[in-house]
């Protein structure tokens, strides 16, 4: 009895990477931002000093997630390395702001929480940002929420 208990143990506790290994082939590769698709999302246009990525790609490895996007000043590439362990990381964002970001799967979504914080005239300000990445077919989804901002980019995989 104690060997079937510990085996639906073992079988339950590696269920979560089995969804996280299904998803990860899906998630990964190169994505054109959709224009006609809701590329450009959100009132207004967007999130008012969050750069929109024509083109990003994604690579995913067991212990974390690399996100490149033509973000950079006059659209260079920028590369954000997100840890899948809870560890926040420092990622590039806009001059004078500090960037920390966690990622971690929830179902077949990764969600992304960055953290942007400046220290003012009259002492720190911030803003948190979470993009939610789904992926269906050969199309992705990027869900960022600012508050109550919200924005859906679309992407079409190139490769």
């Known amino acids: 009895?104690?060997?079937?208990?510990?085996?639906?143990?073992?079988?339950?506790?590696?269920?979560?990477?089995?969804?996280?290994?299904?998803?990860?082939?899906?998630?990964a590769g190169t994505w054109a931002l959709n224009q006609e698709g809701g590329g450009r999302g959100g009132r207004g246009g967007g999130i008012p000093g969050v750069p929109l990525a024509t083109q990003v790609t994604v690579k995913l490895s067991p212990t974390e997630v690399?996100?490149?996007?033509?973000?950079?000043?006059?659209?260079?590439?920028?590369?954000?390395?997100?840890?899948?362990?809870?560890?926040?990381?420092?990622?590039?964002?806009p001059l004078g702001w500090t960037v920390t970001a966690k990622a971690a799967w929830k179902d077949s979504t990764l969600v992304v929480n960055t953290m942007r914080s400046l220290e003012g005239p009259n002492g720190p300000i911030g803003a948190e940002i979470v993009d939610v990445?789904?992926?269906?077919?050969?199309?992705?989804?990027?869900?960022r929420t600012q508050g109550r901002n919200k924005q859906v980019l679309v992407y079409n995989k190139k490769s």
């Open 1 to 27: 009895m104690r060997d079937a208990i510990a085996i639906v143990l073992f079988i339950g506790a590696a269920m979560p990477t089995g969804a996280i290994a299904q998803v990860a082939p899906a998630l």
């Open 66 to 93: 690399t996100v490149d996007t033509n973000t950079g000043s006059a659209q260079s590439l920028q590369t954000a390395v997100y840890k899948l362990d809870g560890t926040q990381t420092t990622v590039p964002g």
């Open 133 to 143: 990445y789904q992926v269906s077919g050969d199309v992705l989804t990027i869900t």
